[in-house]
């Protein structure tokens, strides 16, 4: 039972502040204009306006303009009552400074709130000079065709795996692979050096991304920067060196239908780089109209 009540009490602190909150980002400008509304209750000198009583009421889907509707609405504003005076009790008992949950779920609804008053759609235009900026973050849908030779470290236990070490000990391998690539075809070469691993990548073209389950997100990175026909120096991964050909390289063209294509994916993006900056600077805004006095901790 102790439970439903505090959960009861967190639910109204919320709901009670997203109101408070709601007063003080549209009215903070025009304090005469909310001392003006009408009040549908007043408890302990804590008016509960008119304006909020509609919002409360329109969100539990309440019907305005139906005479029946007049017993629910009674029940509606003794509920506001019944919140305020949990809210009131609970400023009283400082629930919001000694109970975590209490603080956590209030931090993450001025949090919400502060974003969605702040959120605007951008205009196409705004769209795509945040695309052309951020062009680099879309390339990842680059595809890459690669064949691999894999050579095993020699001591798997070893403590200095890929290290210059581990790869001097194999270095005459290495040049071995080379000089048999310069006159044979990658494949053929494949045949007498490559060693078995514990997965096979597949003959095909790869997103980037799919690369980098196979072989990590450094020698994805690497190839993406590589053209077609490259064929890389050994690159360590996990047990042993790759020696990489790059058999094809597909950038997508960033034009017009790529923009279009991707969007959605574009506008999300947008918004939430917004939505960081936006509350950095309400937090910033908070701290400067504050007075917050910091002592050492070292003392």
């Known amino acids: 039972m102790n439970k439903n009540y505090n959960l009861l009490f967190i639910a109204s602190i919320v709901v009670g502040l997203s109101l408070v909150a709601y007063e003080l980002f549209y009215s903070q400008n025009d304090q005469t204009l909310l001392q003006k509304r009408k009040a549908v209750a007043i408890v302990n000198d804590v008016s509960i306006t008119e304006d909020q009583f509609l919002k409360y009421a329109i969100n539990l889907g309440a019907d305005m303009e139906e005479e029946n509707d ?7 504003l003794e509920r506001m009552i019944e919140e305020e005076l949990l809210i009131q ?13 209490v603080r956590k779920e209030i931090i993450e609804q001025v949090i919400n709130f502060i974003i969605k008053v702040e959120k605007n759609d951008p205009s196409d235009d705004e769209l795509k000079k945040y695309f052309k900026k951020n062009m680099k973050k879309y390339e990842s849908n680059e595809s890459i065709h690669i064949d691999t030779i894999f050579i095993k470290s020699l ?44 997965f096979v ?12 389950q ?23 991964y996990q047990n042993g060196f790759y020696i990489i050909k790059l058999i094809n390289h597909v950038r997508p063209n960033i ?26 600077d309400y937090i910033q805004y908070l701290k400067d109209k504050s007075e917050i006095i910091r002592y050492s901790l070292n003392d």
């Open 70 to 76: 007049t017993e629910i609405l009674e029940l509606i």
């Open 201 to 212: 990548i597949p003959n095909k073209l790869l997103k980037i991304k799919d690369c980098k």
């Open 89 to 101: 009790r609970g400023l009283e008992l400082n629930l919001h400074i000694k109970n975590i949950q």
């Open 214 to 236: 196979y072989l990590g997100p450094t020698i994805c990175k690497t190839l993406s920067s590589f053209e077609k026909g490259y064929v890389t120096e050994p690159l360590f």
């Open 255 to 280: 034009d017009q239908s790529f923009y279009e294509s991707i969007k959605e994916k574009v506008l999300f993006d947008y918004q939430n780089e917004k939505d960081d900056v936006n509350f950095k």
């Open 155 to 198: 001591d798997q236990k070893s403590q200095f795996l890929g290290s210059e070490y581990d790869y001097k000990t194999l270095e005459d391998k290495f040049d071995q692979i080379y000089q048999a690539i310069e006159i044979k075809n990658f494949s053929e070469v494949k045949k007498d050096y490559n060693q078995k691993t514990f």
